[in-house]
T-cell receptor
């Protein structure tokens, strides 16, 4: 089955700097890669996703890149702000499969 | 407001005492799923349902049961809870898995089994 590894487990950045989180997956049939942000006491919320027919996707300060050959995808947050502090999860799935495999999560702390 | 509602938010119980965690969504989503979140392990899928009366095992189904008798509800049942089921549980729904349809999560149920 699918296995998703996520690094780093914790990331501390200065406000205004960039943050990068990387995930690797094992199942070459996976074709959908969402990223979720979880704030304290809440459920995860989708922040961006990418499908396997696209190499990069941007939404304001957030971007995701996908390398299908190497089977890894990354989340990039630019100009970080204190409200970006949260736990971020990557995930992998494929159409009609019903299963989502999540990474172990990255605790991001943005210090002023 | 579109949402996934879980109840209760917090639950403390003893080993062996049957319990049910309810999950309800008001978005007419076909797909629903349960996850448990443990430190260092991320979110692990327990069970999922592609539609009414259709349920399948996720990665960690042992010790859990689910049912999907109607579209909006997907309760999680622990027939005989054990301490290793102490965890943070999330219910999620989606219009359809993948296909650019995001998972919507509830706010979680923190379960402690003593």
């Amino acid at each position: 089955g699918e296995n998703v590894e996520q690094h780093p487990s914790t990331l501390s950045v200065q406000e205004g700097d960039s943050a990068v989180i990387k995930c690797t997956y094992s199942d070459s049939a996976s074709n959908y890669f969402p990223w979720y942000k979880q704030e304290l006491g809440k459920g995860p919320q989708l922040i961006i996703d990418i499908r396997s027919n696209v190499g990069e996707k941007k939404d304001q300060r957030i971007a995701v890149t996908l390398n299908k050959t190497a089977k890894h995808f990354s989340l990039h947050i630019t100009e970080t702000q204190p409200e970006d502090s949260a736990v971020y999860f990557c995930a992998a799935s494929r159409d009609s499969w019903g299963k989502f495999q999540f990474g172990a999560g990255t605790q991001v702390v943005v210090t002023p | 407001e579109a949402q996934v509602t879980q109840n209760p938010r917090y639950l403390i119980t003893v080993t062996g005492k049957k319990l049910t965690v309810t999950c309800s969504q008001n978005m007419n989503h076909e797909y629903m799923s349960w996850y448990r979140q443990d430190p260092g392990l991320g979110l692990r899928q327990i069970y999922y349902s592609m539609n009414v009366e259709v349920t399948d095992k996720g990665d960690v189904p042992e010790g859990y049961k689910v049912s999907r008798k109607e579209k909006r509800n997907f309760p999680l049942i622990l027939e005989s809870p054990s301490p290793n089921q102490t965890s943070l549980y999330f219910c999620a729904s989606s219009l359809y898995p993948a296909l650019n349809s995001p998972l919507h999560f509830g706010n979680g149920t923190r379960l402690t089994v003593t």
